[in-house]
Nanobody
Framework: QVQLVESGGGLVQAGGSLRLSCAASGGTFIRYTMAWFRQAPGKEREFVAAVSWRIFTLYAPSVKGRFTISRDNAKNTVYLQMNSLKPEDTAVYYC???????????????????WGQGTQVTVSS
């Protein structure tokens, strides 16, 4: 059983930055693909970024060049550095783990089997 706990959300003005953290416990973190998803009110959950156990990274086009995903395997933690934030980035951000050991990094929520509780990010204009 893997537990994921996100932190670092908050209110920020457009153009500002935030760093989200997701601490994992109860599993073999180093072997998992870790990802961030987000869900805005009235919208479906969408892929933001992922990092594989081989440190391959993948980003949604809407955040590429502004967001950076990274992982610290010694701390069992994955981060999402968010710069140049826009009001449309406002959402609840979720950390997720794919423990299947699949080779390819997936952007499909159903492929991730553990989720955190989410952290709110609000960007004011």
């Amino acid at each position: 059983q893997v537990q994921l706990v996100e932190s670092g959300g908050g209110l920020v003005q457009a153009g500002g930055s935030l760093r989200l953290s997701c601490a994992a416990s109860g599993g073999t973190f180093i072997r998992y693909t870790m990802a961030w998803f987000r869900q805005a009110p009235g919208k479906e959950r969408e892929f933001v970024a992922a990092v594989s156990w081989r440190i391959f990274t993948l980003y949604a086009p809407s955040v590429k060049g502004r967001f950076t995903i990274s992982r610290d395997n010694a701390k069992n933690t994955v981060y999402l550095q968010m710069n140049s934030l826009k009001p449309e980035d406002t959402a609840v951000y979720y950390c997720a783990a794919d423990t299947s050991l699949r080779v390819a990094v997936t952007t499909t929520p159903d492929d991730y089997d553990y989720w955190g509780q989410g952290t709110q990010v609000t960007v004011s204009s």
